[in-house]
């Protein structure tokens, strides 16, 4: 069984793409120092939960989903190795509110 965290806020812990940063900031609270980035959302919950795994390398599954109905899914990619965090957008489904 996989486990799931539920939350209202998370911390980035490397650089954020702009399209992410511009779809949180509509839902909630995003706060950046530096390649820090503390997300707090107003309405609705924050999931997480693992999707790959290995030797040098995990990759953690983020879903966004406001109170508005959009749902926002990030995927967190720690490379081991170069000690590095990264993040893309696996999948973006907006609401017709935030579709405009």
Same mark, same amino acid.
């Given at each position: 069984?996989?486990?799931? $965290?539920? =939350?209202?806020? !998370? ?46 390398? =995990?990759?953690? #599954? $983020? !879903? ?12 967190? #990619? ?7 965090? =990264?993040?893309? $957008? !696996? ?10």
């Amino acid at each position: 069984m996989q486990k799931v $965290i539920r =939350s209202k806020t !998370y911390i980035f812990e490397g650089e954020l793409p702009e399209e992410i940063s511009s779809l949180l900031e509509r839902w909630g609270r995003l706060v950046k120092r530096g390649e820090i980035a503390t997300y707090s959302i107003e309405s609705g919950e924050m999931r997480m939960r693992k999707v790959a795994d290995g030797p040098t390398y =995990s990759v953690r #599954r $983020i !879903y966004v989903e406001p109170a508005c109905g959009c749902l926002l899914e990030i995927d967190e #990619r720690r490379d081991f190795e170069e000690n590095k965090v =990264s993040y893309s $957008i !696996y999948r973006k489904t907006l609401c017709p509110q935030h579709q405009a």
